[in-house]
């Protein structure tokens, strides 16, 4: 089976082959293989949003430019401290244009790339996937501590592609410290970093060692520990249309002679000032060991990520379980009095080789392998197990780096993914299930001139299985990107972007069936789900304006057999009931960001930085797709100074009134937030203190992206400090 996928790869992929057999390689530089493990100067004047202004710098092997990832923002250690009030990569990343996140929980968020998100968002560490199962459900949390990262690139553009068709609307790339990559200069170094708040009673704290044990073996340990409490938030807990719905219902009880009950419900829409069981508690532990030979290095690494959070219930809603429909359920109690919690863990080893070829052809071979043992436990209650999910899955990529010296610059490589699934419990919504996945992938750019061309082709086989249903589906999907760039205009780079991309549905989209009490929904899935294509268009501009830098993309795709998640206005087991759905699709929308000093002076800089996202998304009969962020904008000012940086900044969201069938709307918003960080070594830039406050205005906000806008704001006015130690 396997022979005859890679026969047809290679007559549907010829450029792919054409390019792997002329493949004519590069060098890379000693500095980039060495740049995600030392730490970084801040003495350079940097775009506070994330943004990598004119240069784009990405992990992808083989090129300096990669145009074909128009849309890339990169996060170093010092924005990551400035949003580190959150555990979830989601929340963090919601300042970037165009990134939103799901905010499904502050124990559980995702981040939503040009209003796409699950399926279609890659999140990944050092180019392979986090083996996790928050992909498959807003409630399941990527295993990520933000705290211990030295960068996060956030990828969006047709070469995305090349980290599978499940990145189809865009990636977010995790770089950390885990397998040393270099020898400390001294005889250790330390990284640490503890951090408090207010609206959260948060308290957390990290720290990293390494260590060289010899000339060329390094040996790296950190962890981290995450405590808070319920969130406050700046007014009602619930949306106006759902209170209303409540109060309504209180005066139903009142009609029937229901007093206590009526009551109940006028609590739950009167409940303001914090969302209960919006805690949450988590803990890492990872140790690796770095070979470094030469220009080759080789390293492993295991790693165990615990947390426990609540998952906030919708007020009002009852659900039972344990028995037929009519049959006597013997007094079991409604789940509505019940927090539900979930509880998860996760086991992962990884593997990561760099190997020097010479100054041949090709010049690098990169190797990644990654093994993931994963369970997470929904609790319906103190003690009380509801399901168990168990996902085992392993997956390696290797990518053959060309030589810069001839006309191709690029990679060429293969990736393999196997996932075991189950789910276990009286709530099993989705039946056990194996995927799995190949594919041949490859990267080329040509032409030092004004002009450059680049081409990115991938070919991907997916097999899913539902063992217990008899069910099996193949997919086999196809996805190519080519790009022009201009660089006639000094110090800006100008292009467009045309791709074809194909994505498999997932095991949850094809065989969902059943109640899913976290979600607190009833999702069916659809096994006859056909392969989603899209046709994309993108341009860009960016680089420098005076002494500023600028970006600027418009992008365009047109889905066929897209695949949603829809609300359907149906209720089963007193739960409403999602489907999945498949419809043609229009996708559009742009992002600008600007960063330009307004004066320099010899002791200190004002900068001021302005950034925008707009995405609009329609179906085939005219409906809006579920869940699209609105129109956002952001504008700051800050002043730096060798000892100082101090930062304030507004973030408005519009209202978004273009909603889908049974999906509500959500008022426009603004956010004001200021920061002061202080250095305080002249001779150690990388000791950080600071104190920040968020949402000083303590706006009750919310997320149009999230599933449980309606029930969980925004977190109210914040007060929070950390420090960052490096040593």
């Known amino acids: 089976m396997i022979e005859r996928k890679i026969r047809l790869a290679s007559s549907r992929l010829a450029l792919a082959a054409a390019v792997g057999a002329a493949a004519i390689a590069m060098p890379a530089h000693a500095e980039e293989q060495q740049s995600a493990a030392q730490p970084r100067a801040e003495d350079d004047l940097h775009n506070a949003d994330g943004q990598s202004g004119g240069t784009i710098i990405v ?39 165009g990134v939103s996140a799901t905010s499904f929980a502050p124990g559980s968020s995702r981040p939503v790339l040009r209003g796409q998100q699950g399926e279609r968002v890659r999140v990944l560490v050092d180019g392979i996937g986090t083996s996790d199962v928050s992909n498959t459900s807003v409630d399941h949390a990527t295993t990520i501590e933000p705290i211990t990262l030295e960068r996060i690139e956030v990828l969006r553009g047709p070469a995305v592609l090349l980290y599978g068709s499940q990145a189809i609307g865009g990636a977010v790339n995790v770089i950390d410290k885990r397998i040393p990559t270099r020898v400390p ?35 790296h340990v950190d962890g981290s520990y995450r405590k808070s409490g319920d969130a406050e938030i700046g007014g009602l807990q619930l949306a106006p249309a759902l209170r209303a719905e409540l109060l ?9 002679g229901e007093p206590e009950e009526a009551e109940e419900f006028r609590e739950a829409a009167d409940q303001r000032g914090f969302v209960p069981n919006s805690d949450m508690e988590s803990w890492t532990l990872n140790a690796g060991l770095g070979l470094i030979l030469g220009e080759s290095t080789f390293g492993a690494a295991i790693g165990y990520y615990d ?12 659900h039972e379980h344990g028995g037929e429909e009519g049959e006597d359920h013997g007094g079991e109690e409604e ?26 052809a090709l010049e690098r071979l990169k190797v990644r392998v990654g093994y993931s043992d994963y369970t997470h436990t929904e609790f319906e209650g103190p003690g009380e197990v509801g399901t168990v999910f168990d996902s085992t899955s392993i997956e390696a990529r290797a990518e053959l780096v060309q030589n810069a010296a001839g006309v191709l610059r690029g990679a060429t490589g293969v990736q393999f993914l196997h996932r075991d699934f189950s789910a276990v419990g009286a709530e099993a919504y989705v039946p056990p299930n194996l995927t799995d996945q190949l594919a041949v992938f490859t990267l080329q750019e040509w032409g030092t001139g004004p002009i450059q061309i680049e081409a990115a082709a991938r070919a991907e086989f997916t097999d899913v299985e539902a063992q217990t249903l008899g069910i099996a589906r193949d997919y086999e999907t196809f996805s190519g990107a080519l790009g022009l760039v201009y660089e006639g205009i000094e110090g800006v780079r100008v292009g467009i972007n045309g791709s074809r991309a194909e994505r498999a549905p997932s095991a949850e989209e094809l065989f969902s069936d059943g109640p899913h009490i976290a979600t607190q929904a009833y999702e069916v899935g659809d096994a006859d789900l056909r392969t989603e294509r899209a046709l994309g268009l993108e341009a860009f501009a960016r680089g420098k304006i005076g002494k500023g830098t600028f970006n600027l993309t418009a992008y365009r795709q047109w889905f066929d057999n897209y695949i949603f998640l829809e609300k359907t206005g149906l209720e089963e087991d007193d739960l409403p009931v999602f489907e999945y759905l498949q419809q043609d699709a229009d996708f559009w929308g742009i992002e600008a960001d600007l960063s330009y000093p307004l004066y320099e002076g010899d002791r200190f800089k004002l900068l001021t930085d302005l950034s925008a996202s707009y995405v609009e998304a329609e179906l085939a009969n005219g409906d809006a797709v579920p869940r699209i962020p609105p129109l956002s904008l952001l504008g700051a000012l800050e002043v730096q100074t060798d000892a100082f940086d101090v930062r304030g900044e507004v973030q408005w969201f519009a209202r978004q009134d273009r909603v889908a069938a049974f999906e509500t709307e959500t008022d426009s918003f603004a956010l004001a937030n200021a920061l002061v960080a202080w250095r305080p070594l002249a001779d150690n830039r990388n000791v950080t203190v600071q104190i920040a406050a968020d949402n000083l205005f303590d706006v009750n906000g919310r ?25």
């Open 59 to 97: 992990s992808a092997s083989g090129l300096k430019e990669l145009d074909l990832l128009a849309g890339t923002s990169v996060l170093e250690i010092r924005d990551i401290q400035r949003e580190a009030v959150t555990g979830q990569i989601g929340d963090l990343l919601a300042k970037v244009p």
């Open 307 to 318: 947390t426990n959070y609540g998952v906030i219930k919708r007020p009002g809603l009852k």
């Open 703 to 727: 997320r149009h992206a999230s599933f449980t806008k309606d029930f969980v704001p925004l977190i109210g006015r914040n007060f929070r400090a950390s420090v960052r130690l490096s040593f």
């Open 335 to 360: 789940k509505e009095e019940e927090n539900v919690r979930i509880d998860l863990q996760q086991f992962r080893a990884d593997f990561k080789g760099d190997i020097y070829l010479g100054d041949g």
């Open 185 to 219: 200069d001294e005889a250790f170094h330390l990284d640490a970093f503890g951090g408090i708040d207010s609206a959260t009673n948060l308290r957390t704290g990290a720290a990293s060692l390494d260590v060289g044990l010899t000339s060329n073996l390094v040996f």
């Open 248 to 256: 309504e219902e209180a005066a139903e009880k009142i009609a029937d």
